[in-house]
């Protein structure tokens, strides 16, 4: 059984496209996380949801729109799409946002923007 | 702000011998937590191992351990034993009280050779 699911793992569009990304875990988490790795593999935080709820949002270009219609889902809408868009996108979920609960990763979808 | 510092592109280790990947952390917030994760180079991040700031004792999780010196304010990883399926990216990360998500390091390449 998978934990944290996401889909689809490759996704190649063209510029100005819409595509989402879709994230489900069956982990019963009430936390869930959408990061971005570039191309040289650094992690940042894009958001983070708890409960549905956004906690967490770090600067991202409005053209990314999270939705949480459950807390075992969180998907990720990306409008007009960019070059720079072009990334490996992973989603995590945790028990709890306490210091000690790790993030479980999904195995991320490669973006890549043509 | 918090901040994570993995000074080590690359390492390289024979196989069977110890390895110790280096990791510092900048924060003024008394409770906290440290993370690795492994990525190979199939994509999945993987959790290792976990130390809190108020754990008296190091980590150990197999052949992992973590060497955490509070005042020195590290956290490297030590892997005994080195296996060629530990070829892989290294991240620590650090995660704060509160509503907060784990920041990451650089990471450090790690390869296994026979």
């Known amino acids: 059984d998978t934990a944290v699911s996401q889909t689809p793992k490759y996704l190649v569009t063209q510029m100005g496209n819409d595509k989402s990304i879709k994230c489900e875990q069956n982990l019963g988490h009430d936390t869930m996380y959408w990061y971005k790795q570039d191309s040289k593999k650094f992690l940042k935080i894009m958001f983070s949801?708890?409960?549905?709820?956004?906690?967490i949002n770090e600067t991202v270009p409005n053209r990314f729109s999270p939705k949480s219609p459950d807390k075992a889902h969180l998907n990720l809408h990306i409008n007009s799409l960019e070059l720079g868009d072009s990334a490996v996108y992973f989603c995590?979920?945790?028990?709890?946002?306490?210091?000690?609960?790790?993030?479980?990763f999904g195995n991320g979808t490669r973006l890549t923007v043509t | 702000a918090q901040k994570i510092t993995q000074t080590q592109p690359g390492m390289f280790v024979q196989e069977k011998e110890a390895v110790t990947l280096d990791c510092t952390y900048d924060?003024?917030?008394?409770?906290?937590?440290l993370f690795w994760y492994k990525q190979p180079s199939s994509g999945e991040m993987i959790f290792l191992i976990y130390q809190g700031s108020y754990d008296q004792q190091n980590a150990t999780e197999g052949r992992y351990s973590l060497n955490f010196q509070k005042a020195r304010k590290s956290a490297n990883l030590v892997i005994s034993a080195s296996q060629l399926g530990d070829s892989a990216m290294y991240f620590c990360?650090?995660?704060?009280?509160?509503?907060?998500?784990?920041?990451f390091g650089k990471g450090t390449m790690l390869l296994v050779s026979p």
């Open positions: 995590a979920s945790s028990q709890e946002t306490g210091v000690n609960s790790p993030l479980h």
């Open positions: 924060t003024s917030d008394p409770s906290y937590g």
């Open positions: 990360a650090m995660r704060l009280s509160g509503y907060s998500t784990l920041t």
């Open positions: 949801y708890n409960n549905k709820e956004l906690i």
